[in-house]
């Protein structure tokens, strides 16, 4: 079966620190990936997503970046954090049924 | 622009009850639905997809699709308190790049004991 995993799972970072976020997909080849955030009392917004290795397409101009260094990983990434950064990071495949999208565990960053 | 609309809530049910969420989406390429629960602070979660028109039922949930309304809903039967969640509508768009889903923004659901 396939299994998600995103770490760190929470994180606090200053403003204009770097970020770095990871994510992995076991128990299936070449998935589409894509980069969600949900922000405190907000939809979810599709930032990235990822048809195979160094394969990123972006919904949305801002400062952050995807890279898909793998076949089954997927990092977001920042130079430097914006205290709007701040959300709940979640990453999710893409199924073979009818297009579903599985979404890992998440992680939460506040930019203080 | 494809919008995908849900109230906001909360709705408030009684254990037992049935609960009825609604989503409306604009763009009638539209194909595919789908219904996640999120609880509070966890990812959503995929409980329900249908594409056909009429009834599609799993369990205690009962996800209703019309097509020519652009309508979509879930029923939750003897409601839980374990089902107090937000409940997310999406759905596929006919030609979407690379698979995208359009998501609403959510029905908070309350049951109370």
């Known amino acids: 079966s396939q299994t998600i995993h995103q770490w760190p799972a929470t994180l606090v970072q200053p403003v204009g620190s770097p970020l770095s976020l990871e994510c992995t997909v076991e128990?299936?080849?070449?998935?589409?990936l894509y980069w969600y955030r949900q922000a405190a009392g907000r939809g979810l917004q599709l930032l990235f997503y990822?048809?195979?290795?160094?394969?990123i397409s972006s919904e949305v101009p801002q400062n952050l970046s995807a890279s898909r260094p793998q076949d089954r990983q997927f990092i977001l990434s920042s130079k430097k954090l914006l205290l709007s950064d701040s959300g709940f990071y979640l990453c999710?495949?893409?199924?073979?049924?009818?297009?579903?999208?599985?979404f890992g565990p998440g992680t939460r960053l506040t930019v203080t | 622009q494809k919008e995908v609309e849900q109230n906001s809530g909360p709705l408030s049910v009684p254990e037992g009850a049935i609960a009825s969420l609604n989503c409306t989406y604009s763009?009638?390429?539209?194909?595919?639905f789908f219904w996640y629960r999120q609880y509070s602070g966890k990812s959503p979660e995929l409980i329900m997809f249908?594409?056909?028109?009429g009834d599609k039922e799993d369990g205690r949930f009962t996800a209703q699709l019309n097509k020519a309304s652009q309508y979509v809903s879930l029923l939750i039967r003897d409601s839980q308190p374990s089902d107090s969640a937000t409940y997310l509508c999406?759905?596929?768009?006919?030609?979407?790049?690379?698979?995208?889903?359009?998501f609403g923004r959510g029905t908070q659901l309350t049951v109370w004991p």
């Open positions: 999710a495949w893409r199924g073979y049924q009818l297009g579903e999208q599985y």
């Open positions: 128990g299936t080849s070449n998935p589409n």
């Open positions: 990822s048809v195979g290795i160094g394969q």
């Open positions: 763009d009638r390429g539209s194909q595919s």
């Open positions: 249908i594409y056909s028109n």
């Open positions: 999406a759905v596929n768009v006919r030609g979407s790049t690379l698979g995208r889903l359009y």
